[in-house]
């Protein structure tokens, strides 16, 4: 049987995190949340998660500073971005700094099933 997933989460907004934590655990993920750019950035750091999902709209340091940050760190971090303003250019701007996906908000159940999948096949 495969170990659970580690996730982390960052999104300023209380209510996302708490839906996207409930659908990560009923997949089996073990869940850490960060607020912000900043706290991600400490929280990928200290816990070394199997993914992140993040936020680009976010206090202290965007999504795309946290992304290049956490790469900075980690090479290997497979990351997820989600926005509800997602333009364009974020969406490349983070493909290119190695993101693998982005959702946009609002998302459904079954994209959250796919991200988690593809991290499970990145993993291995």
């Known amino acids: 049987m495969q170990k659970p997933l580690k996730i982390l989460i960052s ?3 209380l209510l996302l995190r708490k839906k996207l934590r409930e ?3 009923k997949l089996s993920c073990q869940v850490v949340e960060a607020k912000d750019g900043e706290e991600v950035i400490e929280l990928y750091n200290q816990f070394r998660p199997d993914g992140v999902f993040m936020d680009i709209v976010m206090p202290k340091a965007n999504g795309i500073d946290a992304l290049k940050k956490i790469k900075e760190i980690d090479q290997e971090a497979r990351v997820i971005m989600l926005s509800s303003t997602g333009t364009a250019a974020n969406l490349l701007e983070a493909l290119k ?3 693998i996906d982005f959702i946009q908000k609002p998302y459904n159940s079954s994209q959250i099933v796919k991200a988690v999948n ?3 096949r990145k993993e291995n």
């Open 11 to 13: 999104d300023d907004s």
């Open 23 to 25: 659908e990560l655990e």
């Open 97 to 99: 700094l190695g993101a």
């Open 118 to 120: 593809d991290m499970i």
